[in-house]
């Protein structure tokens, strides 16, 4: 069975920090991975997606992740934090042997200090 | 162009009531997607539309709750007598399907429901 697990049920950077938030899979066929963000009282948004192009994907808002296979890992991060990248982010996968069916993580919540 | 729209945006009900929660997908989207999200948890997956038909319902907790999507278009999600546990934004999710597993999903702002 497919799952996702994101380390981190908070997070907090200052503005101009590193952002890392991380993600494990598992699935046991090569998977589809998503970032998604959630700003509060609005829809999920895609940030980017895996889809076994390149292992560096780049996203919206100077987001980008890494799938690394052999750490079963596709954390998140973008070198400079701003305030408005306060937000929840969640991690999800997606695989031949689930469908269509998306398995998120259970979310992070990024907090950015001035 | 719109976006994937979801009505009431809140519902308020008693236990054992039934309710409907509607969902306008973005036009030409042949894939809808229900999900739950309790709180402080990621969305759950509920069901899976191509087209009319329910390709994939195997998240539905149990019989009280059921999706239609009659004319390939909007999606109602029903719930029969209510409980507190089902307390919850219920989110819709549609994608422009080309039969790949990568299609991007657009949600909804989704319908905040509580079971008083």
């Known amino acids: 069975a497919q799952s996702v697990t994101q380390l981190g049920s908070h997070v907090s950077v200052s503005e101009g920090a590193l952002v890392l938030l991380r993600c494990n899979y598992s699935s046991s066929v090569p998977p589809y991975l998503f970032w998604y963000v959630q700003y509060p009282n609005q829809g999920l948004q895609l940030l980017l997606k895996y889809t076994s192009a390149a292992t560096l994907v780049k996203g919206i808002n100077g987001f980008e992740a890494e799938f690394k296979k052999s750490e079963t890992s596709f954390h998140l991060t973008k070198p400079s934090a701003h305030m408005s990248d306060a937000a929840e982010y969640f991690c999800a996968v997606r695989g031949n042997t689930g469908g269509f069916k998306t398995i998120f993580g259970a979310g992070t919540r990024l907090f950015v200090k001035a | 162009g719109a976006g994937v729209s979801q009505t009431p945006s809140n519902k308020v009900t008693e236990k054992g009531k039934y309710v409907e929660l509607r969902c306008d997908p973005i036009?030409?989207?042949?894939?809808l997607y229900w999900y739950r999200q309790s709180l402080g948890q990621g969305p759950e997956f509920l069901i899976y539309?191509?087209?009319?038909?329910?390709?994939?319902d195997s998240g539905l907790p149990n019989d009280r709750f059921f999706a239609v999507r009659p004319e390939g278009s909007v999606s109602t999600l029903k719930i029969q007598r209510t409980e507190r546990g089902d307390s919850a934004v219920y989110l819709c999710?549609?994608?422009?399907?080309?039969?790949?597993?990568?299609?991007?999903?657009?949600f909804g702002p989704g319908t905040r429901l509580t079971v008083l």
């Open positions: 036009s030409g989207h042949t894939a």
């Open positions: 539309f191509q087209g009319t038909g329910a390709a994939d």
């Open positions: 999710a549609s994608s422009f399907s080309s039969g790949s597993v990568a299609d991007t999903q657009y």
